[in-house]
């Protein structure tokens, strides 16, 4: 009896300060909550709600249900935004992790400079990507550039490069590779030095070579990270367009279009934001897809965290 | 898509937040009081600076009105995705700087403010404005704002380049024959020298520079009704047949891919003959050009037709009381001695023709060498661009017909025949 009463004395004091633990934290997360819906899922929301009309921004337009999704299959521009923004993101991804390595394996080493190095991979990851579009802009114009200049003095043809229909969308890769990829190796330079030390020197005692060290020690410790960057260069390739705007804004002939570009061509060139919305959404579930697929994948094989 | 959507969202809040600190929220009723009117005119250094003078005069001639004038938080560029999230959030200001292009899906919003009436006013002179201005101002019969600035296309040139190359400086009545033959004896590749330039990036810029070679050549862009593509008849092959000549016969045309390298490449003396407008006037003599320019050349010798991309001030209806403001300051604003102000800031041609007859006018000619005769070539825009909701994605399926032509992609009337198709596509649907 005495012991049901304490009993029923402890759970309230229990619930309230419980009660307080739960205020304290919603008063800690509340304003970030508040942020992220105001700022991210109220829009989205907002822009479903959007791409079920026909509005050109300036007015709200009228309800038309799912004909803007309907009318998706049966543009061509999409599907060139749709194929464009995939070859862009199979042209950076492998390289982006092959090549993020293969620095950040140099730059673990001791050698004299090293931080003078580190920065030089870095400056273009942190400068402004719009900056440096017109930057590439002008080195890759055909008729003035310097690297047409440096072809021609060695004996190569000159290129159109972001004048060429079929070279522009590999040269804004490149660019691309050139100003995203330093963050690869950020990454990659923590994950080598999480690889233990004396399970490398264990396998070299065995008689491993270098090569052998790497294929099987460190690639195995870093897997997680490279499945981390593989997902996270998706997403960002998926978003590709300050490059693209700031040094062909599509063009030519639609070469280089992308879905992000594409999107804010309807929304804000061609007065068809609720269309934009609609293509907006297949961005979105194209990236959720992507994601959801890699999370499973990656869970299988025990790489998701 | 994340990124996009916040920063609409944030516009949004910003348009709200910056509108609704009390300090300078614009009020008026029918009480009598003074009204104030908020104007966004997108404007940096000795344009903003010239406005601002001009804000401050009126508002101290007018003590029933008070202009709030700012940039808006952005460029004339961005006006548009600005002021659609204030219409938005409904923190729309009265008067917005808006391109003329714009205006045919302006009309659909329930916010652009009837003007018409108040423009017939004797006062404001409506006639004065050049009929181009008008024209692009007037909406379906409705007029939406005034005339901001107007310019037009001109062939500008490099005389040190003329020249060079021992070439006669263009004639007033020079042909499409003259301006192929200057272009191509103009070109040097040994030294990188173009004739002239095109943009090929497939957005309006590609597009509207065309226009004036089809109406030059009897063709019209669409139908009288707006309801069929027409540009793709034999007066649009001979124009864009020209230009494909030139530029992958002769090759003596600057492909310019992204519509702003055409004029860093003029001011470093790669370029012969640049179609542009007044808008680089104060660039090309900071940098010490030593240029002149001359009309369009003519498809037959009857007429040098140019295109004028005139802009707006745009006005939006808040109350009767602030959209009769709004009236009464533009119409102030638009006089001929406060124009002068704004226009030797701006670069900008004169948007009434009282203002050429103005005492003051003589000295902007003489601010501005060689503006006098982008003056005269005002007389030489006789169209505007089609003024239906669809334009922007016509315009599209333009410039990616003309582009791939001068890439050597497409033959003329293949080209105009595809974009013809998407465009009467487009037309078929209403609005």
Redesign the interface.
Same mark, same amino acid.
């Given at each position: 009896m005495a012991q049901a009463a304490l009993s029923a004395d402890n759970r309230a004091v229990e619930r309230r300060r419980r009660l307080g633990d739960n205020l304290a934290g919603w008063g800690f997360a509340g304003p970030a909550i508040l942020l992220i819906l105001?700022?991210?899922f109220?829009?989205?929301g907002w822009?479903f709600l959007l791409s079920l009309t026909?509005s050109?921004?300036?007015?709200s337009g009228r309800f038309i249900g799912f004909d803007n999704y309907k009318a998706l299959v049966h543009d061509p521009l999409l599907a060139k935004a749709f194929k464009n923004t995939v070859i862009f993101t199979a042209l950076y991804l492998p390289a982006g992790l092959v090549g993020g390595l293969a620095v950040a394996m140099m730059l673990s080493r001791r050698i004299k400079m090293i931080g003078f190095y580190r920065t030089c991979f870095l400056v273009p990851f942190i400068a402004a990507s719009a900056a440096e579009g017109l930057l590439m802009?002008?080195i890759f114009?055909p008729?003035?550039g310097i690297v047409n200049s440096v072809f021609q003095r060695v004996g190569i043809p000159r290129q159109g490069f972001?004048?060429s229909?079929g070279q522009a969308l590999v040269v804004l890769a490149v660019v691309y590779f050139w100003t995203q990829f330093g963050f690869n190796v950020v990454i990659y330079m923590a994950a080598l030095q999480e690889v233990p030390p004396d399970v490398i020197e264990a396998a070299e005692i065995d008689g491993a070579s270098k090569w052998n060290v790497f294929r099987h020690v460190t690639l195995p410790t870093i897997r997680p990270v490279t499945y981390f960057l593989m997902v996270w260069g998706v997403i960002e390739t998926f978003?590709f367009?300050d490059l693209v705007y700031?040094?062909?804004?599509?063009?030519?002939?639609?070469s280089t279009i992308t879905l992000?570009l594409y999107?804010?061509?309807l929304?804000?060139?061609?007065?068809?934001a609720g269309y934009g919305a609609a293509v907006?959404y297949v961005?979105?579930f194209a990236?959720l897809f992507v994601i959801v697929v890699g999370l499973l994948y990656g869970r299988r094989r025990g790489l998701a965290v | 898509?994340?990124?996009?959507?916040?920063v609409?969202?944030?516009f949004a809040?910003l348009a709200a937040a910056c509108t609704s600190n009390g300090s300078s929220e614009p009020s008026g009723g029918p009480s009598g009081g003074k009204v104030t009117i908020e104007m966004w005119h997108g404007q940096i250094d000795i344009a903003a600076a010239a406005i601002k003078d001009l804000v401050d005069e009126f508002n101290a001639s007018h003590p029933d009105i008070e202009v709030v004038a700012s940039s808006g938080g952005t460029d004339t560029n961005d006006m548009?995705?600005k002021v659609?999230?204030a219409?938005?959030a409904g923190t729309y200001p009265d008067i917005a700087y808006m391109y003329g292009s714009w205006g045919g899906?302006?009309i659909?919003?329930?916010?652009i403010a009837d003007i018409t009436d108040a423009v017939a006013d004797p006062s404001v002179n409506w006639d004065d404005f050049w009929p181009a201005g008008r024209e692009t101002a007037t909406v379906n019969g409705q007029v939406i704002g005034f005339p901001a600035i107007i310019d037009n296309l001109s062939v500008i040139y490099n005389k040190d380049l003329f020249d060079a190359a021992g070439v006669d400086y263009p004639s007033a009545d020079w042909t499409w024959d003259d301006f192929r033959a200057t272009a191509k004896a103009l070109t040097d590749p040994s030294k990188?020298i173009?004739g002239v330039n095109y943009p090929?990036?497939?957005?309006e810029d590609t597009t509207w520079r065309f226009w004036p070679f089809l109406w030059q050549a009897g063709g019209e862009v669409l139908s009288d009704d707006d309801s069929q593509a027409t540009f793709n008849t034999q007066a649009g092959i001979n124009a864009l047949t020209l230009w494909q000549q030139m530029a992958t016969v002769d090759k003596s045309v600057?492909?310019d @891919?992204? =519509?702003n390298?055409s004029e860093p490449?003029f001011l470093?003396g790669?370029l012969a003959m640049f179609v542009s407008g007044p808008w680089e006037v104060p660039v090309i003599q900071e940098a010490n050009i030593n240029w002149g320019d001359q009309v369009m050349p003519s498809f037959d010798g009857t007429t040098h037709e140019t295109i004028s991309g005139p802009d707006l001030w745009a006005v939006f209806n808040q109350s009767p009381e602030r959209v009769q403001a709004a009236v009464t300051f533009l119409s102030w604003f638009s006089q001929p001695e406060n124009q002068l102000v704004w226009m030797e800031a701006a670069g900008s041609l004169p948007i009434r023709e009282s203002i050429t007859q103005s005492p003051d006018y003589q000295k902007y000619l003489d601010a501005y060498p060689g503006i006098g005769a982008m003056v005269d070539n005002l007389g030489n825009a006789l169209h505007v661009r089609p003024a239906v909701?669809q334009y @922007?994605?016509i315009s599209?399926a333009m410039g =990616?017909a003309i582009?791939?032509v001068l890439?050597g992609?497409a033959q003329p009337a293949d080209a105009l025949n595809a974009a013809a198709e998407q465009t009467n596509a487009l037309l078929a649907v209403p609005?």
């Open positions: 105001g700022l991210s109220i829009p989205i822009s026909n050109n921004l300036v007015s802009g002008f114009d008729d003035f972001i004048q229909p978003q367009f700031t040094t062909t804004k599509g063009g030519p002939l639609n992000v999107i804010w061509e929304a804000f060139t061609f007065f068809t907006a961005l979105f990236s | 898509m994340k990124r996009l959507l916040t609409i969202a944030t809040l548009l995705p659609t999230t219409i938005a899906n302006l659909t919003s329930p916010a990188g173009f090929v990036s497939g957005s600057y492909l @891919p992204n =519509d390298k490449v470093a790669h909701t @922007p994605r599209k =990616d582009a791939s890439l992609e609005g």
